[in-house]
C-alpha cells in the first residue's frame, strides 16, 4: 500500500512559478514511476509528467520547457517544478505511484493560473 499527499497548489499570476511536492508514505525507491497528472473542470485527467526509477523522464508537449519532474529519494518525494504558468495549466494536480503494476494516487492539490 502507497500513500500520497500532495503540497503546493495555489494561486499563481500568469509568469509566474509553483512548486508541487508529492510525499510517500513508504520508501519511493520501490515504485517502479511516478508521475503527475491533472485534471480541469469539465476535462478528463491527463499525463504532465512522469520519471521512471531509470530517471527516464516523459512529458506532455504542452508543459515541455516550462515544468520539470523530480524525486528526492532521501525524503521520499516527488516535485514539480511549474514555471511560466499558463492559464491553461490551471487545474487540479495529482501525483501517481506505480508500484508492482498497480498505480496509487494522492488526492490532488489544486492549481490556478490567473490572466
Known amino acids: 500500500q502507497v500513500q500520497l499527499v500532495e503540497s503546493g497548489g495555489g494561486l499563481v499570476q500568469a509568469g509566474g512559478s509553483l512548486r508541487l511536492s508529492c510525499a510517500a508514505s513508504g520508501s519511493i525507491i520501490i515504485l517502479n514511476a511516478m508521475g503527475w497528472y491533472r485534471q480541469a473542470p469539465g476535462k478528463e485527467r491527463e499525463l504532465v509528467a512522469r520519471?521512471?526509477?531509470?530517471?527516464?523522464?516523459t512529458y506532455a508537449d504542452s508543459v515541455k520547457g516550462r515544468f520539470t519532474i523530480s524525486r528526492d529519494n532521501a525524503k521520499n518525494t516527488a516535485y514539480l517544478q511549474m514555471n511560466s504558468l499558463k492559464p491553461e495549466d490551471t487545474a487540479v494536480y495529482y501525483c501517481?505511484?506505480?508500484?508492482?503494476?498497480?498505480?496509487?494516487w494522492g488526492n490532488g492539490t489544486p492549481v490556478t493560473v490567473s490572466s
Open positions: 520519471l521512471t526509477r531509470g530517471g527516464s523522464t
Open positions: 501517481l505511484g506505480n508500484l508492482l503494476g498497480k498505480d496509487y
